[in-house]
């Protein structure tokens, strides 16, 4: 069923929460949906986000970044679920994703702008990285507050 398809066989969780992974097993599944970078990038010759389109605040960062770009991937069920992109995830994260006022210190930026194999988005999986003006966007948010 693909990358979605979820191990109901290793979850804890009694009733509820098996239930709710064989739907959402069964709904990306039947939906074709992927993790594949075909999924994601655009047709020949396409700007991959609309830089013109992007603001610096959390609502254009996620229309015209995540949901194109990372959505798919970073949500529950999904391969990259350790991750989820919604503001309440990222600047709650143990993991520092968001630094409000300080970019260069917020692991979202860091693993954006890295160049080794745990760059994101992956380059092992065949996605190109983001382009720098729609980085330098996202970092103005934070350094704005991330508001």
Sequence with gaps: MGPFKLQIFNL???????????????????????????????????????????????????KYVFVPKCI???????????VLLDKDSL???????IIPGNADESGLILSLERTDRKRMPPAKDGYRPL????IEVIREWIDKGAL
Excluded: W
């Design 12 to 62: 804890k969780a009694r009733g509820t929460v098996r239930r709710l992974a064989l739907s959402l097993t069964l709904v990306y599944g039947l939906a074709g949906m992927s993790c594949s970078p075909e999924f994601y990038e655009p047709e020949q010759g396409e700007e991959s986000i609309r830089v013109d389109l992007l603001e610096p605040n959390f609502p254009s960062i996620y």
């Design 72 to 82: 798919k991937c970073h949500v529950a069920g999904a391969k990259g679920k350790n």
């Design 91 to 97: 600047l709650e994260s143990p993991l520092e994703l």
């Design 131 to 134: 382009q720098p003006e729609v």
